[in-house]
């Protein structure tokens, strides 16, 4: 599973990368394009901040569990003041101490400490390792998970303005109806009841532009809030933020066998759990070690004051060296207990990569079966807008030419809203469904 690992090392170099060139606040100044604010949100998005931060302090992690194996260097000083009553304790027989001691003494050690056995050295080497690249497993999730959300609101957004457009373009019809049937109701061929329906579809249509209108700023502030930026207080109304791309659908090949393969070997979720499995299966041989003694190796230069005088000028220095060996036999079921523990956590994390397994494989299924209900919805709609102007057109001719009714024109145009909007609505779909598939799958994101 090394692409996870490139690809999320990547991640921390366009981390980077963006935090220079791309600026989390001057994306308001010019349109805003799918790339940009995907670059964006690499650089300024909360939970992929938190997921960096979390990678740094799993390093700090890593560094502990090495330091176990590395040697260390060891500084100890003391200076040391006791009564003289208590040094000079005469003999006994004896009224006067005829041996005086110092009553102050002092002693600087410096040592070099080598572990050289104690059961988990090995391991530990190990479980840093298993540590750093789930780390960079788990973080390259965090960013695929905040990128497919950045995407989707993105085109939320386009889904909004368009619904705008659809709405405004019917308004327009209706407008233009009513006042066609106010001039037939004053040249009195037509009657008032054909003015007063046309006022009523007018007015019916007005509440789905007012709601498209509403949702435009709603979907603007997620996205915004995605890409990490913090509103001004001064910004009150519609964010002036502007799209540069479009409603499309890309097209995506994929079959569900090759996709299952694709996202088990893809996917970092699951190469983390398997991370942790191991690191698991680690931790019973760190609590076996409990069992086994502990070796170390040490040496170094002693400074003194000589124990026999009292000047505390005159030093007594010299090396040593030699080994330390602890062993303790029966801790009273300490080790017996770390172990049934580290047993039962890693039969657990076993576990958690089967049910991982059968999840991700449940996730790209239903992508899947999404992302082809909403590339056939959208091939279905690809004639019907045509098909309802010119069917508007015809009702609209048909009726000036007194073989039509004005139910006919309201019916045609009903559906030409209907038909833009299940184009644009079928467009929005289409592409969610294809990032999420994506995504599900184990694909980047950000190269998409």
Known sequence: MKLPLICATACLTVCACAQTNISGTNFLDHPLSRHDAVEIAMAHNSTI???????RATYGIEMQLRSAVMPRVAI??????????LVNEPFPGQTVNTFPLPDQNWQTDGQIQQPLYNGRITSSLRSAKLTREQAVLTFHATVEDALLATRIAYDDVLLAQQQIVVQEASIKLLVNQLEDMQRRYQAGTVPQFNVLRAQVELANSRPRLITARNQLPISKNNLVNLLGYTLPRSVLDDIPLQMADKLEAPPLSVDLASALGRALDQRSEIAALRKTERLRHEDIITARAGYRPSLQAFGGYQ????????DLTHELNGWEAGVNLAWSPWDGGLTRGKIVEAEARHERAVVDVQDEQRQIELEVRTSYSQFVQAQEVLESQKKVQEEAEEALRL??????AGTGTQLDVLNAQTSLTDARTTQIQALHDYSVARSRLKRAIGEDLQKD
Not at 303 to 310: D, G
Request: no cysteine; net charge positive.
């Open 395 to 400: 009702a609209d001719a048909r009726m000036h």
């Open 49 to 55: 901040l938190r997921g960096r931060a979390d990678l």
């Open 76 to 85: 100890t000083g003391f200076y040391k003041a006791t009564q003289s009553s």
């Open 303 to 310: 400074f003194r004051s000589p124990s026999f005088t009292e």
